[in-house]
């Protein structure tokens, strides 16, 4: 890219850094400290300021940079991600919304733990929410280094490297600094700019071929090298059995996931009210339905602007094909119109993986805080404590999440999405469900759905074609995979809510009945709700 592309680029980026920098700054300031404070914002926020910070949580750079790449690389089969990701929350809206937040304080393990043996339901649950958050904010790592290796020419590993370092550092700031209340108003700042982005580009897209949708698709199918293929089921889904029961995996984890992702549970205790909760979900419905139309229609856009070979030729995942089409739409490479609108979509993308960073890893820290931390310290910790902790847990995720999206910087951020959601599906979604709904739960099916899920999901990751055997693998030159579908969601869910039941019907603790009927008066009617 020109140097008038970097310049503008890194001006906006630095404008956004600033902002949302000054926002921390400002609410480190007047912070009470407490936990409630650091965790849930208070439970401060109207339904509106809500749902706008889930929309800014859930609508990450899978989304954004992505799902549109996967659409301009293989068309009809890369609209799953949109359809799956925004099905999801009829499924969160429907099931557990209001639930969740009667029934919890700060983490999921708050649900769960309310009716069980605590320290082992916390532990358990702590863990694999951990899990589900590094895995998640690996796949934002990715997309932040693709777009500075765009906007630097995409030669430079070691830029994207430090562009790696220099998110996590900056994602451990805004939470250690800001807590809840920082993060929260990081995500609606976000989600402005990004429906904003999204719709600009949409209607660029849609007047390059005059209104005409149809004229796009065909546009797009006689440039991706396809042909109509391009536009039907089965181009990257459809080649044998193995490939349509990934397919049928993918949805599985992609539709049941984001029930079980502790970064979007922890939205609803921000709220005062259930009632909140569930307007939150309705406002963020509408955002995040519009915003997953609008990929449609610039995944096909890329493809018939620039040709599927184009954006695979700058980034074999797809990552950099909205930027890409930015500067096509704008008036192409050199041009005061494309130097721009590259620039603005660029620092967009990029604020987009910060505010969700953030979100993620406050999410993840309190967790370790007060679910690990607090019932290993055999409770109860100080609540100032337990703040401080989750404040150098922030710093310990940074690290790890750094490390892996260094590894694993050629993957597809869509994709490494959809693993994230597959653990949270098998290890999060069984237990979560099992405890609102099943009068006859016990500790033991809590622990054993967990790990049931959880375990299995990340073996059998581990053991895919993921990790080893195929040339797009963590580790090309080797080859121990035996687990042949890339999801492993089709088997990890299942096993999830088996081994919660199992470890129920063979459990020797009595259920406590009394307990079940207090929790679902409270989840039912918020009697007792914090």
Known sequence: MSGHHQTLALLLFSAFIAVTLG??????????????????????????????????DYMSAASFLGISGLIALYGYDGMLYSVGFLVAWLVVLLLVAELVRNCGRFTLADVVASRMSERPVRIAAGT????VSVLYLVAQMVGAGSLVALLLGGTSEAARSWTVIGVGALMVIYVSLGGMRATTWIQIVKAVLLMAGAIAMTVLVLARFHGDFNQLLNSAAERSGHGRDFLAPGLRYGGDWTARLDFVSLGLALVLGTAGLPHILSRFYTVPTAR???????????????????????????AAVLGSDEVRKSNAAGNTAVPLLALDLGGGAGSTGGTVLFAVVAAVAFATILAVVAGITLASSASVAHDLYASLKRRRAKQHSEVAVARVAAAGIGVAAIALGLLARDLN???????????????????????????NFTTRGAVWAVYGGLVPAVLLVVLSPVVSGSPQALFPGVDFHVFPLQNPGLVSIPLGFLAGWIGTVTSTEPPDEAKHAETEVRALTGAGAV
Not at 23 to 33: C, D, E, K, L
Not at 36 to 55: D, H, K, T, V
Not at 421 to 437: D, E, G, I, R, W
């Open 276 to 302: 909140a909760a569930r307007r939150s979900v309705v406002w963020s419905i509408g955002l995040i339905g519009s915003f997953y139309l609008m990929t449609i229609v610039l995944g096909f856009g890329a």
């Open 128 to 131: 694999s929410s951990v899990t």
């Open 413 to 439: 951020v869509a994709f490494l999405v959809g693993l994230a959601f597959a653990v949270a599906a098998s290890a999060n979604l069984p237990v979560l469900l099992y405890s609102l709904f099943w009068r």
């Open 23 to 56: 926002i921390t700054t400002w609410v480190s300031r007047n912070r009470r400290g407490s936990a409630e404070e650091f965790y849930a914002g208070g439970r401060l926020f109207s339904p509106l300021e809500n749902g706008f910070a889930i929309a800014g």
